[in-house]
């Protein structure tokens, strides 16, 4: 499978406690997006990279969220002082650059966060 | 705000052919219209993108007016596999970077 993998799947938390999530995208994509998705809404842009480098983050990123992708390669996203609003999927994206700019985003599964 | 606007349900009989409007009145010039697709439990499926001209793919065609403020997704023959959440995508960002999904369209296909 050479799509975007999310690991892990489910994650199960009390509140308080910090939570990492992986993001592997497709090989050669450059370009890296983190998305959350709440019950019966679509998914919203958290952060995006461009190689190793964070080029965006959105205002839902409050300063508990923090994002990396060190290598260009993988990435991860962790959730420190977890509270009950941060249930969501977590859905991680990559895309080429593309000699246009318009090149699709492709998503993985997500990763299922729920806070007890 | 949001830059698209779908229908929030229809249904379509099996077999028969789906078309999804998505009105993008706001549209500029050099922004391309993206179609995705969610399966419950799954992450967005890529459907089909374009900017003026219609296109068509393995899974869809893109009908894309001429004044570009609205476009059509086609499924020729729905199965009961494409019952899903329909995004209909205009990137709002300068940068081209964030995709504004909204709440799209809840297609259900009906045996």
């Known amino acids: 499978d050479t799509g975007v993998s999310q690991d892990p799947r489910h994650k199960i938390t009390k509140r308080g406690q910090n939570v990492t999530f992986r993001c592997d995208p497709i090989?050669?994509?450059?370009?890296l997006y983190w998305y959350r998705q709440t019950l019966g809404q679509g998914p919203e842009f958290l952060t995006y990279?461009?190689?190793?480098?964070?080029?965006?983050k959105s205002r839902l990123l409050s300063d508990r969220f923090s994002a990396e992708r060190p290598k260009g390669s993988f990435s991860t996203l962790e959730i420190q002082r977890t509270e009950q609003g941060d249930s969501a999927m977590y859905l991680c994206?990559?895309?080429?650059?593309?000699?246009?700019?318009?090149?699709?985003?492709?998503f993985g599964d997500g990763t299922r966060l729920s806070i007890l | 705000d949001a830059k698209t606007t779908q229908p929030p349900s229809m249904d379509c009989a099996e077999g028969r052919a789906a078309n999804l409007p998505c009105n993008h009145s706001?549209?500029?010039?050099?922004?391309?219209v993206y179609w995705y697709r969610q399966i419950h439990s799954q992450g967005p499926q890529y459907i089909i993108h374009?900017?003026?001209n219609n296109e068509t793919n393995e899974m869809a065609s893109l009908i894309i007016t001429e004044d570009r403020k609205s476009s059509t997704l086609i499924l020729p023959h729905a199965t009961l596999r494409d019952t899903a959440v329909y995004y209909c995508?205009?990137?709002?960002?300068?940068?081209?970077?964030?995709?504004?999904f909204g709440t799209g369209t809840s297609l259900t296909v009906i045996p």
């Open positions: 995508i205009v990137r709002v960002d300068l940068t081209g970077n964030q995709f504004y």
């Open positions: 994206a990559s895309s080429d650059l593309g000699s246009l700019g318009n090149q699709p985003q492709h």
């Open positions: 706001t549209i500029s010039g050099n922004e391309y």
């Open positions: 374009g900017l003026k």
């Open positions: 090989s050669e994509h450059n370009r």
């Open positions: 990279f461009q190689n190793e480098a964070q080029l965006e």
